[in-house]
């Protein structure tokens, strides 16, 4: 595969050129040398957060955070409609681990998508750049004409001196969709500054995800049936536990250095679960979220500006609410 390829199916899409950025790849031994002051801090800074109690706790939230993960699934509402229902809080009977997690960290009863006349990608792109995109539409493929130029997380995450990665479930290799879809990977459609030629070195298979060893930002990426797209809520929440458990209970979350998101994509009201050892426990229905107020809420949390675009500026922060 060339560099910067995008693999679409059979299809491939020259997403960028050769160049300096696609061929430094910050590997992920690179990563983990890049961040020795998690030995000494595991030694010296209690935790905030316990293995049985994730959340809830009465220390105060962090300015930043170190990491934050985002797992993005399918075709649910908290109330039915044209998808189908998870029930409040994932109170449905058949997501035991997530509802476990509701109970005990945030959530909110209403939360809106960032265009309620688009299908999944609108949404994905909308939770990553704030946009509601006029250069994307009907969950189309990668291509000359289809794409978008607005900054976004990604890009955001790496002017910082970060690293974002997408990890994609279901590929075995950079840059690629493999068996997933390219509708749920964003990564896949920015195509503006120099985004094009960082696809090899950001948008990874999901057997690199090391919750020991986490990007700024993470964003995660199901196949179909573990996203609920195909398959049912025993089969989302299973997975979602093999992802999540490993990551809460590891040294930088019960030190309050990771903040962790769980959304769907779209249809009002959208199931969501923010999760951080100070989250406050239970439903919040005295502020409407929304994938525009959640992003603003990861640039807040860390540490970097709120983009002056899309549906940003009018947006929330979820912090205070949540207490995170």
Known sequence: MAV????????????CQSGPGATTRPDSTAIETS?????????????????SAPC???????ATYQHVVMLVEE?????????????????????????GLAEQCSYFVDWAEIDAGENSLNQYIGLTSGVKSQTVSDDCE?????????????????????????????????CSVGDNRAKHIPALYYQGADDPSHCADEVRPFSEFDPSNLPMFAFVVPDLCHDG????????????????????????????ET??????????????????????????DDLLGSHASLLKTVELALGLPVLDQGQL???PSLRSAAHI
């Open 75 to 99: 075709n649910r509402t908290w109330t039915g409609g044209r998808s189908a229902a998870v029930g409040m809080g994932f109170s449905g009977g058949d997501m035991p681990y997530l509802q």
């Open 142 to 174: 990668p291509s000359a004409n289809c794409l978008s130029t607005d900054d976004n997380i990604f890009r955001q995450v790496r002017e910082s001196g970060g690293t974002a990665r997408t990890y994609v479930d279901g590929t075995s290799e950079p």
């Open 35 to 51: 961040t020795p002051a998690d030995t000494s801090t595991a030694v010296t800074a209690p935790d905030v957060a316990s293995t």
């Open 259 to 284: 903040l962790v998101v769980v959304i769907y994509d779209e249809d009002q009201p959208v199931p969501n679960l923010l999760i951080a050892p100070t989250a406050r426990p239970g439903p919040i």
């Open 56 to 62: 809830g706790s009465d220390a105060a939230p962090p």
């Open 4 to 15: 910067g390829a995008v693999i679409v199916g059979a299809a491939v899409f020259a997403s």
């Open 313 to 315: 500026p009018d947006a």
């Open 229 to 256: 797209h195909d398959c049912g809520d025993d089969a989302v929440d299973e997975w979602a536990r093999s992802t999540l458990q490993p990551v809460l209970t590891s040294a930088s979350y019960l030190r309050g």
